[in-house]
T-cell receptor, first 111, second 114 residues
């Protein structure tokens, strides 16, 4: 069945890079997403990548996809206090399919 | 400004009462979704609708009901049959064509059953 796994917590010093990892089980996954959730708020779509891509960069965010290992990562360069949030990895097979979410990684920024 | 609105932000209900959570979007999106979020459990899909007047059960539909009479609106009713309704409820929408991808979320409604 479909499953998305990610570690629950990550602590990073301010100014360092954060790398949040995710694995998924469905090799048919075509769309892979990263969402950010700040306390008490909804989810904000940060970026997405198609399965035929290896990498996507958007300002401080870099997404890497290893389709062979079904591994997705989100790198945040120069981590700031405003990056403190829960980050959800998610996948879907078709564009209009329901999306399967991981349980989220809580990113904590150390001073 | 286009977006998704959910109201109210906080909702309190007595045990045994039904309550309806509002979700409205002006993004002209075809599909709409309801999720429930509990601490440490991520998001679980309750119901979704890909087109007006049609909707499907998600993974945890028991004790919930929805309607989709208008494209813009997808209200969720939490019935008294829902055993543990206290949670954070998130509504989302998505478009099935064009350049947009992914689901866009509202700010959420926190429901507390007293």
């Amino acid at each position: 069945g479909e499953d998305v796994e990610q570690s629950l917590f990550l602590s990073v010093r301010e100014g360092d890079s954060s790398v949040i990892n995710c694995t998924y089980t469905d090799s048919s996954s075509t769309y892979l997403y990263w969402y950010k959730q700040e306390p008490g708020a909804g989810l904000q779509l940060l970026t997405y990548i198609f399965s035929n891509m290896d990498m996507k960069q958007d300002q401080r965010l870099t997404v890497l996809l290893n389709k062979k290992d079904k591994h997705l990562s989100l790198r945040i360069a120069d981590t700031q206090t405003g990056d403190s949030a829960i980050y959800f990895c998610a996948e879907s097979i078709h564009r209009d399919d329901k999306i399967i979410f991981g349980k989220g990684t809580r990113l904590h920024i150390l001073p | 400004d286009g977006g998704i609105t959910q109201s109210p932000k906080y909702l309190f209900r007595k045990e045994g009462q039904n309550v309806t959570l509002s979700c409205e979007q002006n993004l002209n999106h075809d599909a709409m979704y309801w999720y429930r979020q509990d601490p440490g459990q991520g998001l679980r899909l309750i119901y979704y609708s890909q087109i007006v007047n049609d909707f499907q059960k998600g993974d945890i539909a028991e004790g919930y009901s929805v309607s989709r009479e208008k494209k813009e609106s997808f209200p969720l009713t939490v019935t008294s049959a829902q055993k543990n309704p206290t949670a954070f409820y998130l509504c989302a929408s998505s478009v099935n064509s064009g350049n947009d991808h992914g689901q866009f979320f509202g700010p959420g409604t926190r429901l507390t059953v007293l």
